[in-house]
């Protein structure tokens, strides 16, 4: 069993910048590839970043490409997902999620994904 905790989350303006963090627990951590989704009122969560057990493969959406970079440090138990340039379009619950796969998958669809943490808050201002 894996706990997953983010923190990071809070109210920024338009153009400024966070840092989330997932750190897990009670499991090997390098042993998960790990996701992060976001979820808006209204609207289904999606992945907005992903990362493989090693950090070698990462996947970012289009919409958040060039401006969100996804990290793991699997010394710390910790993903890391670095958010610049943020719009209000990028406010959301987000939340990270870890999955059991194979060293260099990483993966996109929610379902796939076994162990979730509570979610943190981001609003960005206009």
């Known amino acids: 069993q894996v706990q997953l905790v983010e923190s990071g989350g809070g109210l920024v303006q338009a153009g400024g910048s966070l840092r989330l963090s997932c750190a897990a627990s009670?499991?090997?951590?390098?042993?998960?590839?790990v996701g992060w989704f976001r979820q808006a009122p209204g609207k289904e969560r999606e992945c907005v970043a992903a990362i493989s057990r090693s950090g070698a493969n990462t996947y970012y959406a289009d919409s958040v490409k060039g401006r969100f970079t996804i990290s793991r440090d699997n010394a710390k138990n910790t993903v890391y997902l670095e958010m610049n340039s943020l719009k209000p379009e990028d406010t959301a619950v987000y939340y990270c999620g870890a999955t059991a796969t194979a060293r260099w998958v990483v993966h996109t669809d929610l379902s796939k994904y076994d162990y979730w943490g509570q979610g943190t808050q981001v609003t960005v201002s206009s």
């Open positions: 009670g499991g090997t951590f390098s042993s998960y590839a």
